[in-house]
């Protein structure tokens, strides 16, 4: 048990347009969900909490409206990259957590590159 | 301080080798530590919960030490594909919606 999926895998894309990422518990309902970005070679870096049927809470410096999350289902949240810039080329994980102690089950991640 | 810290070594050893980490937290009050793996260019995997009373998973053993405030790894007899990134991570609280804090992750190098 606690798959995560994550949808797509990679994405190339002209700048200016926007991206949309899914993420999906296979066989357990999360009702938290978390966005992550990683730099090559470099920590995990959270974006923001994903709850289901409220707003997302977003990390300081992490631009909102840059990054719309939307958490339809206790199985499935999205990540919106709008406007891509080239610098906003990264990897970004989601992850889901089901138990009490908050251990958090990954994606296996979606490789932006924005030209 | 961070609130999360680790040796970003890399750690190189020969197969075989027993190697350990350890990563530093700074909240007192956690409850939930966790060591996950990364290989590059992939997503972490959970590799082991630590309980307070330790514990141990074939070749790897983690415990908790609340009195300095670190968990450990161990790998015995390292093999070559243990070769990864090891973050461990934090929950202040035994509570899924909070986030975990993650160290900077470690690096192992097994050679033959």
């Known amino acids: 048990g606690a798959v995560v999926s994550q949808h797509p895998s990679r994405v190339i894309c002209k700048s200016g347009t926007s991206v949309k990422i899914e993420c999906r518990s296979l066989?357990?309902?999360?009702?938290?969900m978390f966005w992550y970005r990683q730099f090559p070679k470099k920590s995990l870096m959270l974006m923001a909490t994903?709850?289901?049927?409220?707003?997302?809470?977003?990390e300081q410096g992490v631009e909102k409206d840059k990054f719309l999350i939307n958490h339809a289902s206790l199985t499935l949240s999205t990540l919106t990259v709008t406007s891509a810039h080239p610098e906003d080329s990264s990897f970004y994980i989601c992850?889901?957590?089901?138990?009490?102690?908050?251990?958090?089950?990954f994606g296996p991640g979606t490789r932006l590159t924005v030209l | 301080r961070k609130e999360v810290e680790q040796d970003p070594g890399p750690f190189n050893v020969p197969e075989g080798a027993t190697v350990a980490f350890n990563c530093t937290y700074s909240?007192?009050?956690?409850?939930?530590f966790f060591w996950y793996r990364q290989d590059c260019r992939k997503e972490p995997k959970l590799l082991m919960s630590?309980?307070?009373s330790g514990n141990e998973d074939g070749r790897f053993t983690a415990q908790l030490n609340r009195a300095s405030q670190y968990i450990s790894l161990l790998i015995r007899d390292s093999k070559l594909s243990d070769s990864a990134t090891y973050l461990c991570?934090?929950?202040?609280?035994?509570?899924?919606?909070?986030?975990?804090?993650f160290g900077g992750g470690t690096r192992l190098m097994v050679k033959p």
């Open positions: 630590v309980y307070s």
């Open positions: 066989d357990f309902q999360a009702t938290t």
């Open positions: 992850s889901a957590s089901r138990s009490a102690r908050g251990e958090q089950f």
């Open positions: 909240n007192s009050a956690s409850q939930s």
């Open positions: 991570a934090v929950n202040p609280t035994n509570n899924a919606g909070n986030m975990l804090t």
């Open positions: 994903s709850n289901e049927g409220s707003k997302a809470t977003y």
